[in-house]
């Protein structure tokens, strides 16, 4: 533990100083440390502009192009041996980024770029000492996709973790497998969005996040920070929470960017009105697992 916070202490200053270099690369900025106080405490955060309007123009222009080739697949529900597609649960579209499309379709170095802006911001959070109790984010287990959303598309009520929580990846080394057998889940989800100018009172489309409300008399510290920040960019407006649990309704605005802890905050997709497009990702944590005695 603390050969980790030493680690994550002599490579901060280094991150942050090299978070913005590449000539060309998509743009993005630091999270603040309210945002990253947020996700700790409540589950999630809304970070507005984190990438610049002509960079999210790059990213969206690729989406496009990604579709008109025919590449966006329905968007499936359930985990393991249950994975399907059910337009009753969720009507989208989706393109695995990682492995990506091919490299003749649309802008393969938008893609890479974003690749790359996404390893930036997972090592962020790997830094921050508000995150210190989280399982290490794996390097290389990312899981990164292109997400569009049709007139009339939506997704119910879910988390992005199963039951279970864990999957098993490879084979028993007794059932003949060469590959070392482990299991990951979701730790950290990603959502950012790239239809810029969106008018959430006409066309809909918030994401709503479920949330615990806070207990009577409970510091508001960097939650009541954040939460107002969002409000104040426009990006989150909770609903009069008379009701048993507390939710927010987050605005689809381009360059927005959502962060939440997958397997403990339940959101849902409201019914979007207009096409929309957005790039979903998540952090996976892995670990070993004890080999068959056979």
Not at 150 to 176: A, E, M
Not at 258 to 283: C, D, I, K, N, Y
Request: aromatic residues 6%.
């Amino acid at each position: 533990m603390v050969a980790r916070f030493m680690a994550r202490t002599r490579a901060r200053g280094a991150l942050l100083a090299a978070l913005f270099s590449g000539a060309g690369a998509l743009r993005t900025r630091a999270l603040r440390a309210n945002e990253v106080g947020s996700l700790a405490t409540r589950g999630f955060c809304v970070v507005p502009s984190w990438m610049p309007n002509e960079d999210v123009a790059r990213v969206q222009a690729d989406v496009s192009e990604i579709d008109a080739h025919g590449l966006l697949r329905a968007a499936m529900v359930g985990s393991g041996d249950n994975i399907r597609a059910d337009e009753s649960i969720r009507q989208s579209g989706m393109c695995s980024l990682i492995p990506g499309p091919p490299l003749h379709v649309g802008s393969a170095d938008t893609r890479w770029q974003l690749t790359e802006a996404m390893g930036r911001l997972r090592v962020e959070l790997e830094l921050a000492p508000q995150l210190s109790h989280l399982s290490e984010l794996t390097p290389f287990e990312t899981e990164l996709a292109y997400l569009s959303y049709p007139r009339g598309g939506f997704y119910q009520r879910h988390t992005d973790v199963p039951s279970r929580g864990w999957c098993i990846v490879g084979r028993k080394p007794c059932d003949g497998s060469s590959l070392a057998r482990y299991e990951r889940r979701r730790t950290i989800s990603v959502l950012l969005y790239l239809n810029l100018d969106w008018n959430v009172d006409q066309w809909g489309g918030q994401l709503r996040v479920f949330a615990e409300p806070c207990e009577a008399g409970q510091p508001v510290g960097a939650i009541g920070r954040a939460t107002r920040a969002a409000k104040a960019a426009g990006a989150c407006k909770p609903v009069p929470a008379h009701q048993r649990e507390l939710h927010y309704d987050i605005a689809p605005e381009g360059g927005t960017l959502v962060l939440m802890r997958s397997e403990l905050v339940a959101h849902e997709v409201l019914t979007t009105r207009e096409p929309r497009q957005a790039v979903v990702g998540w952090f996976r944590t892995t670990r070993p697992m004890e080999f068959c005695a056979d």
